[in-house]
């Protein structure tokens, strides 16, 4: 009775291997817009928990159920799934990022006659005809009840008043933004070194 038991089981097992799918085992190299190689990119079969990582050299093996896809992932790169193949060949991925234009952080602006302080506004034009060689704050010299002035040292010297006030006292905005110290309230004019390049307006 054992033997006939075991007979059977190993026929069972014969007849199952026999209709059971092939594995494929599948091979390639992976690598970026550069053709640089893909070190450590993942390539995995969905629905199993079948993976591998791609080599120093960008080259993967893995064993896919023939039927199956392989899908292949990395960070920053967009996931790819492909019929699997004993022969990946050479497979390029794409970069998934995007590359943004230049950016200018700006604010909402006071507007005269309607926002209730007494501002004083220098605007784009002004500041490309007036600064020169001069530091930002500097063009505010012509601005009526400002003084401002250059004092010995390196950049970022300069000295504003307005109507009498220290620049701890008055609040001074570029595009909206405050530069104001948030500790004693003055401006450190060195901390703006360039900023005229992308000045659209002063405010004081």
Not at 138 to 158: C, W
Request: net charge negative.
């Amino acid at each position: 009775m054992k033997r006939l038991f075991l007979l059977g089981s190993v026929i069972w097992l014969l007849c199952v291997s026999a209709f059971a799918a092939p594995d494929i085992k599948c091979t390639g190299t992976l690598v970026d817009e550069e053709g640089e190689p893909m070190v450590g990119a993942t390539v995995s079969v969905p629905g199993t928990s079948r993976a591998a990582a791609a080599n120093i050299d960008g080259i993967f093996t893995i064993n896919v159920p023939e039927g199956k896809n392989i899908k292949i992932t990395y960070i920053g790169y967009k996931t790819l799934e492909l019929p699997a193949r004993s022969d990946m060949g050479t497979i390029t991925m794409e970069l998934a990022m995007k590359h943004l234009d230049d950016v200018v952080v700006t604010q909402s602006v006071g507007k005269t006659r309607e926002t209730p302080v007494a501002m004083s506004t220098v605007g784009a034009d002004a500041i490309d005809f007036k600064l020169g060689g001069q530091e930002l704050m500097e063009v505010l010299k012509t601005t009526p009840g400002i003084y401002t002035i250059r004092q010995g040292g390196g950049f970022g010297d300069a000295e504003t008043r307005m109507r009498g006030f220290k620049s701890a006292n008055v609040a001074m905005m570029v595009n909206g933004i405050p530069i104001n110290d948030m500790e004693w309230g003055g401006v450190y004019q060195s901390n703006w070194a360039g900023l005229s390049d992308v000045a659209s307006n002063i405010q004081t």
